[in-house]
């Protein structure tokens, strides 16, 4: 509780009082006066601070004396804390004097520049252990019974100690135990060994629910160690985590499944340069020329493995035009190379075999058109027939003839 204080505070006792009343009524209208005493010239909303004053009880003639706490008033009624400082309460009569002269014990809260400067209320030599400090510091706030207690200034702390690990405090104010408090640093980080060094003050600020200490200079530094991966181990932070946490690390640093494997020469390892598993494998640069190197059956195996078939082994026409042999034929092309028909007696019996396609007759055969002509061969699909069409370039004959169903047609033309 603070004090409050007024200009010539001053009126008379309006009945006798005895020495444990607690209310005391003054002359009428002087109430006002008394209750201007328990209000603050500087509000702050967010930090309200109960008031109290301090009124002294005297007869006319100023010989005796007896200091009040002035808590509340009401109308004219004054409600006080009776023989503070040293004082005895005791009866007083009517017409006594009763006002707010100054005080030891209300001056005595007025702050000195020695006591700032020292710290004396925001500053303390830690007792307790290394870990386990205690401070006292004087207050106010217990003043008349009163329960509430703020801390909102940085607290100086000069530890007698180094500490050796997390670090409490217990923090007493007004002669009254508040509680023992952990000191974190960083974001509720606990304190680490060597945080607090002897004789050497930390800072402290207390949180807004009066649960924690904050250290704002540990000696290690403010940033919680468990953060960060330490130089000196070698990423064994990451290892302690377990798999999960590898797996992820992996992921970032883009590693493969590659990665968690040992270098060796068996089943699930990783090939070692002498590996056969890499001087026994084509290289993309050789564009597969090894596989020629190794001949034909290499080549004819590698075909076979690829699922191609022999027109893979065979040049498409230059042109559309080209007749070369088992050249494969490409969009438009109409020039299918013209073999002779071989050597025969019989045109019947050479057609029945025939594959179709145009041939070249250049002698004279059994059942032929003229020679020499171009023969044009055509099977039926179904193998029960075949058809050819004859055209002699030596007078333009063309004709037809056939044979279907066991049957030869003669030529027509």
Known sequence: MIIGFG??????????????????????????????????????????????????????????????????????????????????????????????FATRGSENQFVQIEQLQSGHYTAAVAGGTANALTVALPATYFVNGSTDWMLRTPLMVYPILNN???????????????????????????????????????????????????????????IDPGLFLQKAKNLAEIAAEGAPAQVEARTHLGLKGAAVL???????????????????????????????????????????????????????????????PEMLLKMGSFGLGIPMIAQGDNF????????????????????????PAYILVLRNPKGDGVGALSYGYGVGQVCFDSFVKGKWRSWKG
Not at 184 to 189: D, E, I
Not at 296 to 321: E, I, N
Request: include cysteine.
């Open 164 to 222: 050796t690990g997390a670090t409490t405090i217990q923090l007493a104010m007004g002669g009254k135990v508040l509680g023992t408090l952990p000191l974190y640093k960083g974001n509720k980080a606990p304190l680490a060994a060597g945080d607090l060094v002897a004789d050497i003050p930390f800072v402290c600020v207390l949180d807004k629910t009066k649960a924690f200490f904050t250290v704002i200079n540990p000696v290690t530094g403010q």
């Open 262 to 324: 040992d270098v060796g020469k068996t089943t699930g390892t990783v090939a070692a340069g002498d590996d056969a598993r890499i001087t026994g494998a084509l290289q993309k640069g050789n564009n597969l020329s090894e596989i020629a190197t190794a001949g034909a059956p290499a080549q004819a195996a590698a075909r076979t493995s690829l699922g191609l078939k022999t027109g893979a082994v065979h040049d498409v026409q230059p042109t559309p035009t080209d007749a070369s």
């Open 348 to 371: 019947h019996t050479w057609l029945t075999t025939a594959a179709s396609g145009i041939y070249y007759l250049d002698h004279a055969m059994q059942n032929a058109t003229e020679t």
């Open 7 to 100: 200009n010539n505070v001053i009126s008379s006792l309006a009945a006798d009082i005895t020495a444990s009343q607690t209310t005391i009524q003054v002359i009428p209208g002087a109430g006002a006066k008394f209750a201007g005493l328990l209000s603050a010239d500087y509000a702050n909303s967010s930090n309200t601070q109960s008031v109290y004053a301090k009124i002294t009880l005297t007869d006319a003639k100023e010989t005796v004396f007896e200091i009040c706490h002035l808590t509340a008033v009401k109308n004219d009624v004054l409600t006080v804390v009776r023989g503070q400082e040293g004082t005895a309460a005791k009866g007083w009569t009517l017409n006594d004097v009763i006002a707010n």
